[in-house]
């Protein structure tokens, strides 16, 4: 199976800085298969972006996705005290589908 | 606006079966494979199964093939999760999820349900 590894677990930032978050995947994800959720406490994870770098229209364009092959990067400009929450990645090149272990933004 | 529901969930022994269930309002289900996907209290995200739209393919994840069976009434609105032979490991919330594609699978999740606690304890 796909083995998704993001860094960092944590990361902490004030509002307005930028944030970075890596996926980085055991094997290549194929066609850029790869997307990004958003789940704050108590709440189901939104999708975010998918296909690597195409982002959902419930998010602003603050948020990039990037990379190929067994890279990927998660960038956040201007943080705004809603964007702090936790970030998961997934994979759907091959099953089973998975998941990275996740990245908590937090205010710092 | 779309709706997951699920429902189902509850505490139950080792060993025992649960049947979780998943409608939604708001979106023709029929139209999209529905995943199920679970979170163990405090950890991250693993996906358990998911079946196409006209309930043609069904994929699982290790953890629960022979287990688990995913299924969707004739309709096609209400998608079933039977788990069988229940794991104290199988203690989690589980949500459905919508899948991307309409009539083919995405394998990525746009609409996700609030999620129905399994408890598997002695």
């Known amino acids: 199976e796909v083995v998704l590894t993001q860094s960092p677990g944590t990361l902490s930032l004030s509002p307005g800085e930028r944030a970075t978050l890596s996926c980085r995947a055991s094997?290549?994800?194929?066609?850029?298969?790869l997307a990004w959720y958003q789940q704050k406490p108590g709440q189901a994870p939104r999708l975010l972006i998918y296909?690597?770098?195409s982002r959902t229209t419930a998010f602003p364009d603050r948020f990039r996705g990037s990379g190929s092959g067994t890279d990927f990067t998660l960038t956040v400009d201007r943080l705004e005290p809603e964007d702090f929450a936790l970030y998961y990645c997934?994979?759907?090149?091959?099953?089973?589908?998975?998941f990275g272990q996740g990245t908590r933004l937090e205010i710092k | 606006q779309v709706q997951l529901v699920e429902s189902g969930g509850g505490v139950v022994q080792p060993g025992r079966s649960l049947r979780l269930s998943c409608a939604a309002s708001?979106?023709?289900?029929?139209?999209?494979?529905v995943h199920w996907v679970r979170q163990a209290p405090g950890k991250g995200l693993e996906w358990v199964a998911v079946i196409s739209y006209d309930g043609s393919e069904r994929y699982y994840a290790d953890s629960v093939k022979g287990r688990f069976t995913i299924s969707r009434d004739k309709s096609g609105n209400t998608v079933y999760l039977q788990m069988n032979g229940l794991r104290v490991g199988d203690t989690a919330t589980y949500h459905c999820?919508?899948?991307?594609?309409?009539?083919?699978?995405?394998?990525?999740?746009?609409?996700w349900g609030q999620g129905t606690l399994v408890t598997v304890s002695s």
């Open positions: 999820a919508r899948d991307w594609g309409v009539r083919r699978t995405m394998f990525y999740f746009d609409d």
């Open positions: 997934q994979q759907y090149a091959a099953t089973p589908i998975t």
């Open positions: 708001g979106v023709t289900l029929s139209f999209y494979a």
């Open positions: 094997q290549s994800v194929g066609t850029n298969q």
């Open positions: 296909d690597a770098s």
